[in-house]
Nanobody
Framework: QVQLVESGGGLVQAGGSLRLSCAAS????????MGWYRQAPGKQRDLVAT???????TIANNVKDRFTISRGNAKNTVYLQMNSLKSEDTAVYYC????????????WGQGTQVTVSS
């Protein structure tokens, strides 16, 4: 099993910044991907950004000029730096980890609320 603990959400004014953190523990495979999805009220959960254990990143087109994903030195922590936040970024942000070998199961954090006021 893998446990994910998120932090860093909150209320911010439009144009502001937030940094989300997610720390993973447990059975973390050496080849994995971590990242973030988000879900706004009444909408589906959408992929925001991913980073693999090898350092490859993908970021959704609608945030790629404003958000950056990175991993900590210990490789079991992932960060999402969010700049120039907009009201449409308001959502619950979920951290995930996926072991890329074996069954490829997803593990999820509990979610952290990000609210951007206009």
């Amino acid at each position: 099993q893998v446990q994910l603990v998120e932090s860093g959400g909150g209320l911010v004014q439009a144009g502001g910044s937030l940094r989300l953190s997610c720390a993973a523990s447990g059975s973390i495979g050496s080849i994995n991907a971590m990242g973030w999805y988000r879900q706004a009220p009444g909408k589906q959960r959408d992929l925001v950004a991913t980073i693999t254990s090898g350092g490859s990143t993908t970021i959704a087109n609608n945030v790629k000029d404003r958000f950056t994903i990175s991993r900590g030195n210990a490789k079991n922590t992932v960060y999402l730096q969010m700049n120039s936040l907009k009201s449409e970024d308001t959502a619950v942000y979920y951290c995930f980890l996926r072991n890329l070998l074996g069954k490829g199961d997803y593990y999820w954090g509990q979610g952290t609320q990000v609210t951007v006021s206009s």
